[in-house]
Each structure stands twice: as C-alpha cells, then as structure tokens.
C-alpha cells in the first residue's frame, strides 16, 4: 500500500436556479371580441375551450386575466405572437407581462 493518502474535495452540489417566470396578462377592452380573446388562448396558451372561456370572462369582469406562466423568453414571444395576431385582425387586444 501507499503511503501516500488521496484528498478528495467535497463535492459541491449546485442546484441549478429556476428562471425567474413571469406572468403573461390580457387586458379588457371595448372592442376586441370574446370569440377572438377564446381563439387567442386556445391558440397562443393551449388552453381548453372551457379554460380559454374562463380566463375570458376573468378578462372581461376583471379588467385583466392570466393566459399563462413562462420563464421570460417564452413569455415575451407570446405577448408578441398575441399583439402580432390582434393588429393582423385589427383588434386593440393588449397583453402583457410582469414578474409572478
């Protein structure tokens, strides 16, 4: 045997840090109509029928509703896809977002 000894490190276990997420939000207004606020969700946020409806009604009741939780990268592409989608139909849909 050796008489020399190995030192080992202790390992250092890093976990890895979650993004930051953010919250995407539509906001009311007089004009655009629900069918398309549905469409939106079903489209951008793959929601069900039933849960784009109520995020809808959220929507139209609150003032403003939460289509979805994303890391900012993914949140900022779907309030772009959702503005893009809006001035193609000429609707005044604004979305958003803000840290959860």
Known sequence: MSATATKTRPSSKVAPRTPPLYKVLLLNDD???????????????????????????????????????????????????????AQREGHPLQCTLEPE
């Open 31 to 85: 004009y655009t109509p629900m069918d398309f606020v549905v469409e939106v969700l079903m489209r951008y946020f793959r929601k069900s029928q039933a849960e784009a409806v109520r995020i809808m009604l959220q929507v139209h009741h609150a003032g403003v509703g939460v289509a979805g939780v994303y890391p900012f990268e993914i949140a900022e592409t779907k309030v772009n896809q959702v503005r893009a989608a």
